[in-house]
């Protein structure tokens, strides 16, 4: 007799990953660092997609040729739910950011990673970030 495989829930308690490419880079102005409880650095990493200037911060639109540069955090549901808060993420998809969820390569590991992407509405008439480094337009601490 043949059995299915059991999937298990995950923990509460278990952590996630975020891929962060703007302001909550490290030395960035909403440090991931400075959030409580804390996350814990996995990697650089970049995935593809465009970056757009939207003023004091960015927003990235996943996918196409372009490139984002960036790092992943473990995180805890306790801070995806502040993230969540601080991106205007909304159930209905209507808020400033979109939570999206993407495999995204570090160095040698492929890991799972949230990532906050710009709701097309808010890059209307916005300059794109060649380099597709906010850190590259930005000084790191502004």
């Known amino acids: 007799m043949q059995t299915e495989p059991m999937i298990m829930p995950q923990s ?7 891929f962060v490419y703007g302001t909550l880079r490290r030395g960035g102005r909403n440090d991931i660092a400075r959030f409580d409880p804390p996350a814990r ?8 997609g465009t970056l757009y200037d939207l003023g004091s ?3 990235a639109v996943l996918g196409g040729d372009g490139v984002l540069t960036g790092e992943v955090y473990a995180i805890d549901p306790a801070l995806e739910a502040q993230l969540d808060v601080l991106e205007g993420v ?4 209507s808020g400033e950011y979109i939570k999206r969820e993407l495999r995204v390569r570090v160095g040698a590991l ?11 509405s808010r890059i209307v008439g916005r300059p794109a970030i060649t380099s597709g480094n906010w850190l590259d337009r930005a000084p790191p601490f502004s």
Do not use: T
Not at 12 to 18: D, F, K, L
Not at 110 to 120: A, G
């Open 12 to 18: 509460p308690c278990a952590s996630r990953h975020v």
């Open 41 to 48: 650095f996995v990697g650089a990493a970049s995935v593809a």
């Open 57 to 59: 911060y960015p927003g």
């Open 90 to 93: 909304r159930p209905d998809d």
């Open 110 to 120: 492929e890991i799972d990673c949230l990532v906050y992407e710009i709701h097309p």
